[in-house]
DNA sequence: CTAGTGTATATTGTATACAATTATCATTCA
DNA sequence: TGAATGATAATTGTATACAATATACACTAG
């Protein structure tokens, strides 16, 4: 066995976040350590410690003695996970209004014209990754890393639910990402933050119903 | 070995968190799997286990092959725990004053006049032990178990770092508490949220200074 | 005397083996 | 027939042992 710096438990969880996010785990799928570990070609010490990781995460639910399977995410927890993040994607697009970070808005103005293509096109994995960069560089503008930290995965768990909506809302999508760097360029905090909330209300919205 | 429903992982955890929010084991100190694993009677693995748990939680850091420490926490990465916590406190209390439960405001009562008594008579454990009682009766009443679990995570993580002055501004903190109390109960969502921002940002200046 | 190198030691990463618990399912008794 | 029961299998929890890596420090070369 060949090994290399991250550590194999690191490697594992990345390979079964891919697994989830992507849908080819679905939500209740059990996640048997034994199994896992033949299937990925470790033992299962790492496989212990990746799923661990995940369940910190929200995306595996591991009872004690019981196992652990993919996270089923109840239309409550769905409710309150949108609730949170749209406060925090709130906060945090108006600290990235503040801070003004002109590298970074370049980026985001790169991503948004690969966005509205990807929208027009309906190219769904494009479109997957695009609105992660999307966000993952708003929150990279807003400079605080413990916000940046717990977005990442309110982000993750969010798009466990909403993964349907990605095709049919593109175009809303990309148009209210627009709408919101503009107000962040124009450095107006306020009008950052309501777009910032009302757009991950509005993705809600289109899988959960107003609630 | 007696063996308990709670796996091993998890009492090591509990045992460890403890011995770090008390400051038994202060920030930077290291944590060795073999010597903790003797100090508490245990193999290794369940002490991995329970690393990774606070690791998650930010309560320790851990490098690769370098081994686990108590976080250190900077004035930059406090400065970032107290905009988010300040937010999602607002964010709380407004859901608080929302949601109206009779039986939890009642137990908030009860923890505001022991709270009140302990900052008159300066006595420190009853005031930490006080403070999170309130706090997280107050995240019960805000009914959203996403917010909750984050805000568990990040009192824990501030409290490491306001620690010194919990007897200092007791006055004050409880006053606040009191404020805050009153608006949730009249229902005063926009006045709930303002007051518990502002109490978490008042808390922090008297250890970081205005920032 | 300092920089660099190599070896010894400490520590973490992983594998294997076994113990304890939970789930499955056939069987028995009412 | 259906619920209770017990044996068996599947699975997780923990311990021990070993491999890989990082750190510390003495030693050599310049």
Avoid: C, Y
Wanted: zero cysteines; hydrophobic letters at 40%.
């Amino acid at each position: 066995m060949k090994l290399e710096h991250p550590s194999l438990g690191q490697r594992v969880a990345e390979e079964l976040r891919r697994s989830i996010l992507t849908n080819r785990r679905k939500p209740g799928d059990r996640l048997v350590e034994e199994q896992l570990s033949e299937e990925l070609g470790v033992s299962r010490i790492p496989i212990r410690e990746a799923l661990r990781v995940l369940a910190a995460e929200g995306l595996v639910d591991v009872q004690p003695r019981r196992g652990a399977s993919v996270a089923d995410i109840s239309p409550e927890v769905a409710r309150d996970l949108v609730e949170v993040r749209a406060t925090l994607e709130g906060l945090n697009a108006r600290l990235a209004a503040r801070h003004h970070q002109p590298e970074i808005v370049a980026e985001l103005r790169e991503v948004l014209t690969a966005g509205n293509r990807a929208a027009r096109s309906g190219n769904v994995d494009d479109l997957v990754r695009l609105n992660g960069e999307f966000h993952d560089k708003l929150a990279e503008a807003g400079r605080n890393t413990i916000l940046w930290d717990i977005m990442r995965v309110l982000r993750e768990r969010t798009s466990l639910v909403f993964a349907v909506n990605t095709a049919r809302r593109a175009r809303e999508d990309w148009s209210e990402h627009s709408e919101i760097l503009a107000a962040v360029i124009a450095g107006d905090e306020e009008r950052a933050a309501v777009l910032a909330t009302r757009h991950v209300h509005r993705a809600a919205e289109a899988t959960l119903g107003k609630g």
